[in-house]
């Protein structure tokens, strides 16, 4: 992946989509099918010939793109439940990268779950989002922490938001895996700021 300042904006609105769908279930039990279908897609392109590709272009990240704006704009916007979400995901992702063994038992779960989509009614049937859905608990929850999520207890005790918000996980995963290989880092986040900020201006620009 090359290693620009805009894929960076790219995968990171694609870990703010996620991590806000996870809110959304969490929180009203319901969220945007479109934007679901995005954020679990992308967790199944795992050799994409680019990040855009990965969320089969930039128009289905508007959610995540205005998302990652608001989280940019200044202290008295950010939504501190939604970056505290996104920096566990982060930092189990540099986790992950450091255990092959892991890497390895992951893409298997994948893959079974590319297999199911192929014949599911959508990427987001309940079949397809169980599998992902076990693919987190057994590999990333175990690198620990554990990511508790906060919201209403008649939803999360629901067994299948329980899947979508497992499954959307894994999502932001993929998008803290992109956002690594593009050159993303802590530091960097933190010195490229105001050019990340242009770059999610620019992109939802041209999505609008």
């Known amino acids: 992946m090359l290693r620009t300042t805009r894929n960076q904006a790219i995968a990171l609105a694609g870990l703010a989509q996620a991590v806000?769908?996870?809110?959304?279930?969490?929180?009203?039990g319901q969220t945007d099918r479109e934007a679901m279908e995005i954020s679990i897609a992308s967790t199944l392109k795992i050799d994409a010939d680019t990040v855009e590709d990965v969320y089969g272009g930039i128009t289905g990240l508007r959610d995540g793109l205005l998302k990652l704006k608001q989280q940019m704009g200044g202290r008295e916007h950010?939504?501190?439940?939604?970056?505290?979400?996104?920096?566990?995901?982060?930092f189990l992702e540099n986790k992950l990268e450091k255990r092959p063994d892991v890497q390895k038992q992951l893409r298997a779960g994948l893959e079974k779950a590319a297999v199911q989509a192929e014949t599911a009614p959508s990427i987001t049937d309940e079949s397809v989002l169980e599998i992902?859905?076990?693919?987190?608990?057994?590999?990333?929850?175990?690198?620990?922490?554990?990511?508790?999520i906060s919201g209403e207890r008649m939803f999360l005790t629901d067994p299948d938001n329980?899947?979508?918000?497992?499954?959307l996980l894994l999502a932001g995963i993929r998008s803290a895996?992109?956002?690594?290989?593009?050159?993303?880092?802590?530091?960097?986040?933190?010195?490229?700021r105001r050019r990340l900020q242009q770059e999610t201006q620019a992109l939802i620009d041209q999505i609008d």
């Not at 950010?78 to 982060?90: F, G, N």
């Open 177 to 192: 895996v992109l956002w690594r290989q593009c050159g993303g880092a802590r530091w960097k986040f933190l010195l490229n």
């Open 132 to 148: 992902l859905a076990d693919t987190y608990h057994q590999n990333i929850s175990p690198l620990g922490p554990r990511i508790i």
């Open 78 to 90: 950010i939504d501190p439940e939604h970056a505290r979400y996104s920096a566990l995901l982060v």
């Open 162 to 167: 329980a899947h979508k918000i497992r499954a």
């Open 20 to 28: 806000h769908l996870v809110q959304q279930i969490a929180k009203r």
